[in-house]
């Protein structure tokens, strides 16, 4: 298996700008979720999905943030607009079938100047 | 509401020494607990879980956790560290009914002196 992907790996862009990162689950997972991990903050949930349905989205920061699951192997987060305080590493993560553990993507560090 | 908590930021051990991770957990109903490592520019990787049974949960590379209800811990071990121990690990709750969120710790950065 081929484990979450994400997309881009690194992206630099300025202040304003649209941002919009994605995510491929595990195959046969129903449960994405998306993080975002910053020094001073640590590893935050942002949203998760269940069966694409979004469940949990207590943890966007504001409007400037959206996340979609259009279908069952693909997301996006999207920020629009990039402000330099969203510099941090984005993780997306996948859950499914019997098992209890998420797995995680490699990660998108964002760099807003 | 459930949450973690890891002791100390940071540890440092020597090479060959034993490794000692802490993490408490408060939950109000039976939890799952988990172990995850992170390496430099990478994302987390399971080291091990507890949901039900033995108390004493064995990982990889070397590494286990021992669940302690009445000591709410779930503190991971190592007895002897590598050099390749070095890493962050976050040690996290979830509920052990149907919701599937997970809550994080601060996480803890293992140095290994050699």
């Known amino acids: 298996d081929a484990g979450v992907i994400q997309s881009p790996r690194h992206e630099v862009t300025e202040m304003g700008q649209e941002v919009t990162l994605r995510c491929k689950p595990i195959?046969?997972?129903?449960?994405l979720f998306w993080y975002r991990q910053t020094m001073m903050r640590g590893l935050e949930l942002l949203i998760y999905?269940?069966?694409?349905?979004?469940?949990?989205d207590s943890g966007m920061p504001e409007d400037r943030f959206s996340a979609k699951m259009p279908n069952a192997s693909f997301s996006t987060l999207k920020i629009q607009p990039s402000e330099p305080r969203d510099s941090a590493v984005y993780f997306c993560?996948?859950?499914?079938?019997?098992?209890?553990?998420?797995?995680f993507g490699p990660g998108t560090r964002l760099t807003v100047l | 509401a459930q949450s973690v908590t890891q002791l100390g930021s940071h540890v440092s051990v020597s090479e060959g020494a034993l490794v000692l991770l802490r993490c408490n957990y408060s939950s109000s109903v039976p939890p799952y607990l988990f172990w995850y490592v992170q390496y430099p520019n990478q994302g987390l990787q399971l080291l091990l879980k507890?949901?039900?049974?033995?108390?004493l949960v064995k990982g990889i590379n070397g590494f286990e956790a021992e669940f302690k209800k009445s000591e709410t811990s779930f503190h991971l071990t190592k007895p002897s560290a590598h050099m390749s121990d070095a890493a962050e690990y976050f040690c996290?709750?979830?509920?052990?009914?149907?919701?599937?969120?997970?809550?994080f710790g601060t996480g803890t950065k293992l140095q290994v002196i050699p």
């Open positions: 996290a709750v979830r509920h052990s009914g149907g919701y599937q969120k997970v809550t």
């Open positions: 993560a996948s859950l499914g079938g019997n098992l209890d553990e998420q797995f």
């Open positions: 195959s046969g997972h129903n449960s």
């Open positions: 999905f269940n069966n694409n349905v979004p469940i949990d």
């Open positions: 507890y949901t039900t049974g033995a108390t």
